[in-house]
């Protein structure tokens, strides 16, 4: 009795190694991807100025395509990734819906006159560092 | 000027704008340091 209780706990076991050699590779997880954010600068604004805006250069150093879906200043109300587009011969700007997408090894660069961070609602001025 | 990106996969990254003067040019890219961030992110110091 012993032995066959023994035999079949160690057919199991070599069952389940089996099926473990043969699993797929696991997927690249969150934890693999890496946001590198260079280049953050924004614009000073004058005095009673209600927005402002921020522009960085992102890059994913990760195997896995990854999105922007959220921007917060701790000077403004509340922030959104805008873009900029020429519709009928007029430069428009309105949020980026569904988040900006970097892909795997991509740079995308926010910068004037394309996709930009707009912040609403400044608690204060942004002021240039004085030299 | 200080805030934070939000990303699908790699989480909340901190962010520290450099402002610059009203009409100044941009910064040139490729200045300052790289700060690698909890979860896989990083960040350019200015």
């Avoid at chain 1, 946001?35 to 604004?45: F, G, K, M, P, Y």
């Avoid at chain 1, 020429?86 to 910068?111: N, W």
């Avoid at chain 2, 910064?27 to 690698?36: D, H, K, L, Y």
Wanted: aromatic share 4%.
């Amino acid at each position: 009795m012993q032995t066959k209780t023994t035999l079949m706990t160690l057919m199991a076991a070599a069952a389940f190694m089996l099926a473990a050699h043969g699993a797929e590779p696991a997927a690249p997880t969150a934890g693999a991807n890496t946001i590198v954010i260079d280049n953050a600068w924004s614009r000073a604004t004058p005095k009673g100025a209600s927005v402002g805006a921020g522009y960085f250069t992102v890059t994913n150093k990760g195997s896995v395509p990854d999105r922007l879906i959220g921007v917060t200043s701790a000077v403004a109300d509340h922030a959104e990734v805008h873009e900029m587009a020429m519709k009928d011969g007029v430069m428009t700007m309105r949020p980026l819906a569904g988040g900006l997408e970097i892909k795997p090894g991509q740079t995308v660069q926010l910068k004037p006159g394309g996709n930009h961070v707009m912040m609403f609602g400044l608690k204060q001025p942004l002021k240039g560092a004085r030299r | 000027m200080s805030g934070t990106l939000t990303f699908e996969k790699a989480g909340t990254v901190a962010i520290e704008y450099a402002v610059q003067g009203i009409g100044g040019p941009p910064p040139r890219s490729g200045a300052g340091n790289t700060m690698q961030m909890p979860g896989g992110g990083a960040m350019r110091m200015h």
